[in-house]
């Protein structure tokens, strides 16, 4: 029997995640279906219990819902307690009952850390500094600080934001936060998570913020460089954009449902064509 998933969102028609997993379907020989649904603002909730209703076994989460998704869970992973997020809902049937108990998980944060390994970015030992301070960023400092950097900065125009999330992350490595005047010498690693260059700003960093082969990364993709990777790379770092992050963290989920994990090489490849 075919087995259902989908990706909630609002909007969501423009959404990849589709194509990813039907390709990731095809690759492996599982017999699934994937769908994108657009869930009514005020009612997350509801719209996954008629998805279930109607045989859904798993869903993605995208904006605006992962908030709602992590208070629908009744257990969570614990990247996704830490994220207070969650983009993976996994239903768990106990045989015949049938009684769904509802599994969250953020792969989010693999999903960068695995692109990053992808692109031979080394985060072991490299410093850090990370743009934003949202649900975004919280989603991905788990796996990213589990990777030990030798340290990690996040940087937010609202300094306090960025001061609590390092707070809150303080057990796990070397993390500390501020405004964006508090940000001092060179990094080998710098990841836009703020939703500044969907607005065609840039945030205020001095050009000696790379240091030598450092790595500009922005969680956000398109057709055309966002204006921080165009800038980053006028300043001599390499520029990566969020595309590989989108399908492996696509694939983690593919994985937590179905266990088996999907080669994401040939993935990329074709969603990068679609782009241009
Ligand atoms: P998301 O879920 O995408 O992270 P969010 O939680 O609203 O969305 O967070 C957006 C992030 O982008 C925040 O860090 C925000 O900074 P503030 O906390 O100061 O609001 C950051 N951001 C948005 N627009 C920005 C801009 N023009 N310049 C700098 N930072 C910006």
């Given at each position: 029997?075919?087995?259902?998933?989908?990706?909630?969102?609002?909007?969501?028609?423009?959404?990849?995640?589709?194509?990813?997993?039907a390709a990731?379907?095809?690759?492996?020989?599982?017999?699934?279906?994937?769908?994108?649904?657009?869930?009514?603002?005020?009612?997350?909730?509801?719209?996954w219990k008629r998805f279930v209703a109607q045989g859904g076994k798993g869903a993605n989460v995208t904006v605006p819902f992962k908030e709602d998704a992590f208070r629908l869970c009744d257990s969570l992973s614990d990247r996704a307690r830490r994220a207070k997020a969650v983009n993976t809902l996994i239903l768990e049937t106990d045989g015949p009952t049938q009684n769904g108990r509802i599994r969250g998980d953020n792969t989010d944060g693999l999903g960068l850390t695995r692109d990053l390994a992808h692109h031979r970015v080394t985060v072991e030992g490299a410093r850090i500094l990370v743009l934003g301070a949202g649900g975004a960023v919280r989603g991905v400092l788990e796996p990213l600080l589990q990777a030990r950097p030798k340290a990690l900065f996040i940087a937010n125009r609202t300094p306090e934001k960025a001061v609590q999330l390092a707070e809150d992350f303080r057990d796990l490595g070397e993390i500390a936060g501020g405004g964006y005047a508090e940000v001092e010498g060179r990094f080998d690693l710098v990841i836009n998570g703020t939703s500044a260059s969907l607005g065609g700003t840039l945030p205020p960093l001095a050009e000696t913020v790379f240091a030598p082969g450092a790595t500009a990364y922005d969680m956000l993709y398109g057709a055309e460089p966002t204006v921080f990777l165009r800038w980053a790379a006028r300043q001599g770092a390499r520029p990566l954009d969020g595309l590989g992050m989108l399908v492996e963290q696509a694939a983690v989920s593919f994985?937590?449902?179905?266990?088996?994990?999907?080669?994401?090489?040939?993935?990329?490849?074709?969603?990068?064509?679609l782009l241009d």
């Open positions: 029997m075919t087995d259902h998933y989908c990706v909630f969102g609002h909007p969501v028609n423009h959404s990849k995640s589709p194509m990813i997993h990731f379907a095809e690759q492996t020989g599982e017999d699934l279906e994937y769908s994108a649904i657009e869930a009514p603002l005020e009612d997350f909730a509801g719209a994985q937590l449902w179905r266990g088996k994990r999907p080669d994401t090489q040939v993935v990329r490849e074709r969603l990068r064509q």
